[in-house]
DNA sequence: TATTGTTATACTCTATAACTATA
DNA sequence: TATAGTTATAGAGTATAACAATA
């Protein structure tokens, strides 16, 4: 039978001056989701220029550095669903910074690859997404930075 | 004028074998948001039997141990938009773990309570949260998991 | 005049089912 | 029969504008 809505500690009405985060903040995926939401912010502040969102930079880098890739691997590197890649790769192909061919070996698949255009705009990309890195191994040390990557990995893999 | 979109290396139409994620790895936007979304994967399937999101989780955690918080306070510390709480808060009163009352000085504001309802659920919900962090502990060891949060800490506060 | 809570609404992101062409 | 790519579409998450009540 349901009980009444009534408060667990009824007697205080009593007003919050500052929020209590001490239990949350114990949490290993509270703070891994902060702590992304703070670097992608500024990821996609210095991305603007380029008019790349974050995903938009993982598909033409994993494109740079594989040429040929298939958008199935794509998909499975960067954990998109197929449907939502489509999409994506029409308005880069749209902007020729990558380019469609077909797979050598299998007559379903479509190899990716960057335009001179797509290229040059990754050779600067990249080059600024390093040095975002410089900028937070300054709030860091180099050396917190390379452990921090380290035990992120070690939580993902 | 615009140039046709023709590969930068069209000659050798290759195929890719293993995808090299070597660059990507090397940021830290990029292992945070796996990280995050790794822990998070694992929370949601944990949380399922209490019917709690991260964020509904994240909601009556605060309201748990700040007892009396407006909405406007939950919106500041967890990133959320006001008119996005309403629907989260309105569905939580319906499944009376949570009770509005007036705020004690201010007639704009309400403050948010825990039912006996909500307060057994989260006492369960967290007791659940701790042990995902026992579960990481193991693959990292108690050290490296204290290390890693004082890390993440720093690349967000 | 500013702020709290709210409604309505739009835009993006993510997810599922189903089709086609090749294997 | 299974897989790569695609289409259509639905749902969740996130965003802005505007309003009533109160400060």
Redesign the pocket.
């Known amino acids: 039978m349901p009980r009444p809505a009534v408060p667990a500690r009824s007697n205080p009405p009593a007003a919050v001056e500052e929020v209590d985060t001490s239990f949350l903040e114990t949490l290993l995926g509270y703070n891994a989701r902060r702590a992304a939401l703070a670097v992608i912010t500024v990821f996609v502040e210095r991305m603007a220029p380029f008019q790349l969102?974050?995903?938009d930079f993982s598909v033409l880098s994993l494109v740079r550095h594989n040429p040929g890739i298939?958008?199935?691997?794509?998909?499975t590197a960067l954990?998109?669903?197929?449907?939502?890649?489509?999409?994506m790769?029409?308005a880069l192909e749209k902007r020729e910074l990558v380019a469609?061919q077909p797979?050598p070996?299998?007559?379903?698949?479509?190899?990716?690859h960057l335009t001179a255009r797509g290229e040059k705009l990754m050779r600067d990309a990249e080059k600024t997404a390093a040095e975002l890195e410089a900028d937070f191994a300054a709030r860091l040390s180099p050396s917190e930075l390379r452990n921090l990557i380290t035990l992120l990995k070690k939580v993902y893999s």
Chains 1, 2 share one sequence.
């Open positions: 969102k974050p995903v298939t958008s199935r691997q794509l998909c954990g998109i669903l197929p449907p939502n890649l489509v999409g790769v029409n469609r797979h070996r299998d007559g379903r698949a479509v190899g990716l």
